[in-house]
């Protein structure tokens, strides 16, 4: 092929916008406050700005089609067909794609997991027999016509056809339009490669008589342990694609770790360019691939997943070192920008220290700038970039605030005194006896729905417009409301409902020391739900307890026993911007230490029963498994850092959500939590035969319906839920619970549903009975 060669780039940007535009027109429109029309209008406006910032910054090629209204997962499954006939009745495009990822009152969504080892949730793919693949290319020849219309470099962006299929899960014919249908199925996904071949061809066909001279191909699930057959199928795939010369150029884009088997198997196919996490893999592996000599290589050293400022001097080198391996070279980001936030201007609040160690998107593209001009015309043309560079590092590494000594000693000799609590089942008769709750108790994850009295109470706040006694009061009356809401509803174990709270990671950063909070760092998580991971840059300590006040205050409006609610040191590791200085670890374990702290003050001021959520666990699993095992050890062992300092009366729940645990169920076993709530409805019970392949003997609650969709679940659906998770655990270990926290979803929709809850509970006691 005859595309001219590009030499500055990203992998992918954002599209939520930078104050979170689409989310607010998109939840508009769910709510019927605006139209497609207007909908419409903000994603287009959104595009267009990004691209031209892009263009304007100095790139020279700028990715398109990354934008999404909900998942690119999901864009993927509708480009190509694939979406469950389930949604066919529903006539128009957009509401449809919406039913996918949400659901509706008579449609479940899509199961929803997570992007490889990120916090970003993804929509799976449900591959039947009843799906045939056909291409739908609308929306990517839509948004190249739109980059074209505004004379862009622009280089079209799809998901692959392997990863697309590896990400997939096979299910079984369809029938049931509330979604049973989705059950497993034997049959491999892959074992349809060949069907999906063609469309590739034909897409960039399409792409090049649109005026397409380049199309990004993104394979991260290359990243990972493939089989054989997967290779082959890479082999094979490839050869095909771009055995076709009426086509654009092609650049097959891996990230989140090293290519390794895959790399020659790409480099031996036709594809004119491999775009690279140079970040997360070693450089060194491409002098030993000879067919990359004549390949153009996009070389991601520019981080797109954390935060720190990229030392230029070592990105300039492993540049330079590449030259002599490579056809050509151009220089990117590790991977797309959507895990980092829009830009550094917004955080007036960061002192001038802390801010110079830092780069958010618009400094990564200006880092990519610059080391692609000091590569083409000399580290000189661009010296002061160079020097700041350098002096960020020289301040961060000489800061007194990245070591704490005190709290490194204590931790070792915690450690060293051993992470253990007495035998489950003699924890569990103790705690039976001092909780006196029925079979099958009911409770919720956490969070109740944040109404607009919180939000205005909060904004008010931080404009000193109340003062804290004030906002303290009005929390209190909000957990008294939730409190009266779930003794009415007959709930068994409360919770406070986590009104003063605005993030289950943000909200304990904010009183640990070694975190800062930005003011508008905001990243999507999935779909419209975004979040600010806090900046985790020095050694962490609890100055004072974080919890305890507002759980006690509930527990004094009840007789019930009422959680205490923390969050677990691996998620808080997991989504925050984490120190890069040291192992994670070790930062783990320091955040451990100060949850252990928490829970030994919950459990003076008399809370029985505490719940250190972990649905981070899985989502750090290392994507190869060589390096499972070590990560699996330090996971587990910060978990039990954090919970072994109480009483074998007081009982810890620990609680997952949105992965696929089968990877790590040992691990879940090893928690040794007296009670683990787990996501299950989206994946309809799958995870108890996984747990009781293992032996599983605590007690657990599987969660009996999805809040992440709008669906209100029946009585009926519940029922059915519970009788099948007693086919896997007994009444005596099994709970009864909604699959995640209930922040997200409307008062009036949580009461229906948990009234539901309750009431096919009752149901199921008086079979049991």
């Known amino acids: 092929m005859t595309a001219e060669l590009f030499t500055t780039t990203i992998t992918g940007a954002a599209r939520i916008g930078p104050n979170r535009e689409l989310k607010r027109a998109t939840e508009s429109y769910w709510a019927g406050r605006i139209d497609r029309s207007e909908l419409d209008k903000v994603a287009a406006g959104l595009r267009r700005d990004t691209w031209t910032a892009l263009s304007m910054a100095g790139l020279d090629s700028v990715p398109v089609n990354t934008f999404s209204y909900y998942d690119q997962v999901l864009d993927t499954a509708e480009l190509l067909g694939a979406l469950p006939k389930r949604y066919a009745g529903i006539d128009d495009d957009l509401d449809r794609y919406f039913a996918a990822a949400r659901g509706t009152s008579n449609v479940a969504p899509l199961e929803m997991t997570k992007w490889f080892d990120t916090n970003y949730h993804y929509l799976v793919p449900e591959i039947s027999d009843e799906i045939s693949f056909t291409l739908h290319p609308q929306k990517v020849l839509s948004e190249l016509e739109e980059a074209r219309a505004q004379r862009l470099p622009a280089r079209p962006v799809v998901i692959g056809p392997i990863t697309f299929l590896l990400l997939s899960k096979a299910t079984v014919g369809a029938a049931d339009p509330t979604g049973d249908e989705a059950q497993r199925s034997s049959t491999n996904p892959m074992s349809r490669i060949d069907e999906l071949t063609p469309l590739y061809v034909d897409l960039l066909g399409k792409l090049k008589e649109a005026g397409a001279s380049w199309v990004q191909i993104d394979e991260p699930a290359l990243c990972t342990d493939l089989s054989p057959e997967v290779l082959a199928a890479v082999s094979r795939v490839y050869k095909a694609i771009a055995a076709d010369y009426s086509r654009p150029a092609i650049m097959v884009t891996s990230y989140f770790g090293d290519l390794r088997e895959a790399l020659p198997v790409l480099a031996k196919t036709s594809v004119e360019a491999l775009g690279l996490d140079l970040v997360s893999a070693d450089p060194d592996a491409i002098a030993a691939v000879p067919e990359l000599r004549t390949k153009h290589v996009v070389a991601g050293v520019v981080d797109g997943r954390n935060i720190w400022r990229t030392d230029l001097d070592k990105a300039l080198a492993t540049l330079g070192t590449l030259l002599g391996s490579v056809g050509s070279l151009a220089v990117s980001t590790s991977c797309s920008t959507l895990h980092v936030p829009y830009s550094l201007d917004p955080e007036d609040e960061l002192d001038e220290e802390l801010r110079s160690w830092l780069a958010f998107a618009a400094e990564k593209v200006a880092e990519v700038v610059t080391l692609s001009r000091a590569l ?140 800062f909070a930005t003011a508008n760092g905001w990243v999507q998580s999935y779909g419209t739900r975004c979040v600010r991971p806090p900046i985790l840059y020095g050694d962490v300590a609890r100055p004072t307890p974080m919890t305890v006040d507002w759980i006690t205050y509930a527990q004094s409006l009840t007789s019930k026993p009422v959680k205490g609610m923390l969050t677990g040191p691996v998620t808080i590791l997991a989504w925050s911007f984490v120190r890069d200085d040291q192992p994670l670890a070790e930062t783990a374990n320091q955040i451990a230490l100060a949850i252990r702290d928490e829970t030994v003050d919950l459990q003076s001021a008399g809370v029985a029963i505490i719940q250190v959520d972990e649905p981070a666990l899985r989502e750090l699993l290392p994507l190869r498994a060589s390096d499972k095992t070590e990560y699996l050890a330090w996971a587990v062992g910060a978990f039990r850092l954090s919970t072994s300092g109480v009483a074998d009366s007081t009982q810890i729940h620990t609680h997952l959500c949105y992965s696929e645990f089968g990877e790590v169920i040992g691990a879940i076993a090893d928690l040794d939590a007296d009670v683990t709530s787990i996501e299950a409805a989206r994946s309809h019970m799958e995870v108890l035969e996984d747990l009781n392949g293992i032996g599983f003997s605590n007690s657990v609650g599987p969660g009996v319906y999805d809040i992440h969709s709008p669906r209100v679940p029946s009585t009926g659906e519940i029922i059915e839920s519970l009788r099948s998770a007693l086919e896997a655990v007994p009444a005596q270990r099994l709970w009864v619970n909604p699959d995640c926290g209930l922040k997200t979803r409307g008062q009036a929709e949580v009461k229906e549903s948990l009234q539901n809850l309750v009431a096919a509970t009752a149901a199921v006691r008086a079979e049991l009975a």
């Not at 990245?402 to 931790?411: G, P, T, V, Y």
């Not at 035998?423 to 944040?450: D, F, N, V, W």
Request: net charge negative.
């Open 376 to 515: 083409r015309h000399g580290r000189d043309t661009v010296r002061d970039a160079f020097a700041a560079s350098a002096a960020a590092r020289a301040s961060r590494e000489a800061d007194p605030r990245l070591r704490n000594n005190d709290i490194r000693a204590r931790l070792s000799s915690v450690l060293s005194g051993g992470l253990t609590r007495g035998p489950a089942a003699e924890r569990l008769i103790e705690q039976t006896e001092r909780l006196g709750l029925p079979a099958l108790p009911t409770t919720t994850i956490g969070s109740y729905p944040q109404t607009s009295a919180i939000r205005v109470a909060r904004a008010q706040r931080r404009s000193g417009e109340i003062d804290n006694a004030e906002y303290e009061r009005r929390m209190q009356s909000e957990i008294a409301n939730v409190i009266t809401l779930q003794e009415e509803l007959g709930l068994d174990v409360l919770v406070h409902g986590e009104p003063e709270r605005n993030d289950m990671v943000q909200y304990f950063a904010e009183q640990l020391d070694g975190f």
